[in-house]
């Protein structure tokens, strides 16, 4: 009788792929460690083992796997157990879920690029025959693939070693070469060994007598070694000793200070006192109390509090709940890039338990919070993270936090598995028999209607902490003031005003407008051209920092035209406006206030958009102009007036979706503003003050909205009262897309009747030279949702069948919104 192992490839196969063993490696394995394995001619895949059993394949000959890469499991029970939901719920195959997952690092393939790590040196005595080989060749030669490897050390598998190299950090993974992160290094001071004693101390102040500065900085950093009892910054001893750092660096030349350097992460735990817990107000505690009552009959509870309410506080209560009981939590976010502001806040109550886990993280860091996970460690009691994280190898999981429920970020589009982090991550509760907590101050409609129907406990904060009043909404019509002609540029006369006089108290400005760039569209007076993106059906936007025109959807781009390229007339206009034309305006508005932007071109860079934030909350800028980054829970305690540019673009977007969204970034927007004593303002500009979601917004009125936008998704069946799929075609060739489309659409019409929708181009029909074709599939509410999803599954097996349509390529997403 032979062993076998059914393994998950990195690979998007439909199927697992079974490989033979030996009686002892079978007695070894346990479902969840990695082994290298053959795949093809002569690839070599890090696969996972899902199942050990003694049933031969009869289609194939089992191959032997090559090497076991883990002496204990590095993904749990409970993990494929949610992999396996994933795959089955979101129609895609667990090798995309083990991709997704996995960090880079623990899937090694034969074509992955290994480069050496300058940072860590080792002497050639440390390193085994095989890995010294591989290490000497990485001084000759910048990267090698794993093929290469294998030939230098005359062996098939090259996977170990590397493997081993990895561990001791000597190397990098191809994935890291992209990497923007860099660890953060800390210079500190502390005095020479040579001077500790007394004697030796008194006399080197008696020598320092004839130079009073540096005697000062001597001084100075004892005073702070007393009472702190911590290493000394550089930049905190020549803060406080009133020192230039040439000062302190002549104190270092003469040996009498010692530098040295702490690699310090910019969310690893400080070691700074805890901050003791506020105490929460009357509407907290009732709010906490609901949780708790609803926790008691439900899994899943949503808390809907308004902006500025205080729910980090209840949310800190909770986890102390859970920690005491000796749970983990799991504490979702949708963007980690704009929560320094809560590790902070979290690591000051909770301490180095927080750990954080998102993609701006080096691949060895990723491993190891993985690692800390799968040890049980006490760092890893805490998890902090965007999307990803719930992919982590949990043990003991007894709350999961999702904050701002309603953000998009959530949903994954591409590459698949296009899993929504809120459903996995109330799925992964149920795993774990653990609850779940909705935040937000404008939940999503799925969540408040799964409250209102009594599947989810509610738990309200109906007022802002410390009394704070809500901010005023005035609604400016522009199109009044335009034909009045109090417009300037952009801005209203009364938007002007406020700005003069928020400015002149003292406070901060925000001004919102959902588009990047200075303008969507140049075009020609003369002729009527505008220049187009030659890869999207998309015209180019004018990006005026940089001077060029810009495709958002491939990132193509040319330099800004002098003239037009049809007719060469030089008068050329631009149509609509972007971050950077408010900037222009702004700037020449009020010349005296220190402006900046946040939107995806300023905020690339690692540290770019902590240092727009930071420079905010320390009020060193004035006006901040910026994207729905904005809307992302930030919380500056100076702004009084927030300007939202204009509302229509938002409310007019082709989406069933765009009234709710509206409403819920221009109220989240909104909650910027007047979150201390002051109560803030704000003004929003439109053509239409009349719409009803721009009414609902200026009297903070969710509930209307919610009726509103529920009779309207019960007439035309959308969610969360049905349930979509929508299925993707792509290819380069216009005809073959149609046709494609066409049969697909036939088919699935036979089956599910008019609940199909399509197929119909979507409002940019080329992206990337690919055409793309929608098709949209309702399920109602009492169809069974695994049967239809089998139907959709048999549909696509047959069309991949057909031989015409075999380049085509099917997307199907589920649940896509």
């Not at 930030?634 to 969204?661: C, Q, S, Y």
């Not at 303002?681 to 009726?707: A, E, F």
């Not at 494609?740 to 080329?766: C, H, I, K, N, T």
Request: contains cysteine; charged residues 25%.
């Amino acid at each position: 009788m032979g062993f076998f192992i059914d393994v998950i490839l990195p690979i998007p196969l439909e199927k697992t792929f079974t490989y033979k063993i030996s009686p002892t490696e079978a007695n070894f394995l346990k479902p969840g460690m990695r082994v290298a394995v053959p795949f093809g001619k002569s690839k070599i895949y890090t696969a996972l083992v899902l199942k050990i059993h003694t049933s031969e394949p009869q289609v194939y000959e089992a191959k032997d796997i090559h090497q076991i890469l883990d002496e204990v499991a590095v993904v749990t029970h409970a993990q494929l157990e949610l992999w396996q939901w994933i795959a089955s719920y979101y129609l895609c195959t667990l090798g995309d879920v083990m991709r997704a997952a996995l960090p880079s690092a623990f899937i090694l393939e034969s074509e992955t690029i290994v480069q050496k790590n300058n940072r860590i040196e080792i002497k050639d005595s440390e390193l085994e025959d095989d890995e010294f080989l591989v290490y000497e060749a990485l001084h000759h030669q910048s990267s090698l693939t794993i093929h290469e490897i294998a030939s230098i050390i005359e062996r098939k598998n090259a996977l170990p070693v590397i493997k081993r190299l990895l561990d001791k950090q000597l190397i990098t993974v191809q994935e890291e070469l992209y990497e923007k992160y860099t660890p953060k290094l800390v210079r500190y001071v502390k005095l020479h060994v040579e001077y500790t004693g007394e004697e030796a101390l008194q006399k080197l102040l008696d020598e320092l007598d004839r130079a009073p500065k540096q005697k000062e900085v001597i001084l100075t950093l004892f005073s702070i070694s007393a009472s702190t009892k911590k290493p000394v910054r550089v930049s905190y001893l020549s803060e406080k000793s009133q020192a230039s750092s040439a000062i302190i660096k002549a104190l270092i030349d003469k040996g009498i200070l010692e530098e040295y350097y702490i690699q310090q992460d910019r969310v690893d735990y400080g070691g700074l006192a805890k901050t003791r817990d506020k105490s929460l107000n009357t509407h907290q505690e009732q709010a906490l109390n609901s949780i708790r009552d609803a926790f008691e009959k439900e899994q899943v509870a949503l808390l809907h509090g308004v902006t500025s309410s205080g729910k980090t506080e209840v949310y800190v209560k909770l986890i102390e709940d859970a920690l005491a009981k000796g749970k983990q939590v799991l504490y979702l976010l949708p963007e980690i890039a704009l929560t320094t502001q809560l590790v902070n806040r979290l690591q000051g109550y909770f301490g180095e338990q927080v750990s954080v886990y998102h993609s701006r993280y080096s691949v060895n860091e990723r491993v190891e919070v993985w690692y800390n996970m799968l040890n049980q460690s006490t760092k890893a009691q805490i998890i902090l993270g965007a999307r990803s994280s719930v992919f982590l190898p949990f043990h003991d999981l007894g709350l999961i936090i999702v904050d701002e429920e309603h953000e998009q970020s959530f949903k994954q589009f591409d590459p698949a598995p296009r899993y929504h982090a809120r459903d996995t991550a109330i799925v992964l509760g149920n795993l774990f028999k653990s609850h779940v907590l909705l935040g937000s101050a404008t939940p999503s409609l799925e969540s408040y209607h799964n409250a209102q129907t009594g599947k989810y406990g509610l738990a309200r904060i109906k007022e802002r902490f410390n009394q704070v009043l809500m901010p005023e909404i005035e609604l400016v019509d522009i199109k009044d003031k335009h034909r009045k002609r109090l417009m300037t540029g952009h801005f209203s006369d009364r938007l002007i005003g406020e700005m003069r006089d928020a400015l002149a108290e003292g406070y901060q400005i925000i001004l919102f407008q959902n588009r990047r760039g200075f303008s969507p569209i140049i075009e020609c007076t003369v002729c009527g051209h505008s220049p187009q993106c030659p890869n999207c059906d998309v015209s180019l936007t004018y990006h005026q920092y940089r001077k060029e025109l810009r495709c958002h959807y491939c990132g193509y781009h040319i330099a800004m035209q002098d003239q037009c390229m049809a007719c060469g007339s030089h008068e050329l206009d631009s149509k609509g406006f972007g971050t950077e034309q408010v900037e222009e305006e702004v700037k020449a508005l009020f010349p005296d206030a220190v402006t900046a932007r946040m939107d995806l071109d300023t905020t690339r860079g690692k540290y770019a958009y902590e240092k727009i934030i930071t420079d905010f909350e320390q009020q060193t800028t004035d006006i901040l102009i910026g994207t729905q980054m904005l809307s992302k829970g930030l919380d500056f305690r100076n702004v009084k007036l927030v300007g939202i540019m204009n509302a229509d673009t938002m409310l007019n977007f082709p989406d069933f979706r765009a009234h709710e969204r509206s409403f819920q970034l221009m109220l989240q927007v909104a909650g910027r503003a007047g979150r201390t004593e002051e109560r803030g303002r704000v003004l929003i500009q439109t053509y239409n003050p009349y719409h009803t979601i721009l009414q609902q917004v200026s009297t903070n009125d969710y509930r209307g909205m919610y009726k509103d936008q529920m009779n309207e998704r019960h007439q035309y069946k959308y969610p969360p009262l049905y349930r979509l799929v929508k299925i993707t075609l792509r290819h380069r060739d216009f005809n073959k897309v149609n046709q494609a489309s066409e049969w697909m659409a036939q088919s699935f019409r036979q089956l599910f009747g008019d609940m199909v929708l399509g197929p119909v181009f979507p409002p940019v029909p080329r992206i990337r030279n690919q055409y793309h074709k929608n098709i949209l599939i309702k399920i109602p509410p009492k169809q069974s949702l695994s049967k239809t999803k089998e139907a959709i599954v048999k549909v696509n097996n047959s069309f991949k069948s057909i031989k015409d349509f075999s380049p085509v390529r099917v997307i199907l997403n589920v649940d896509t919104y």
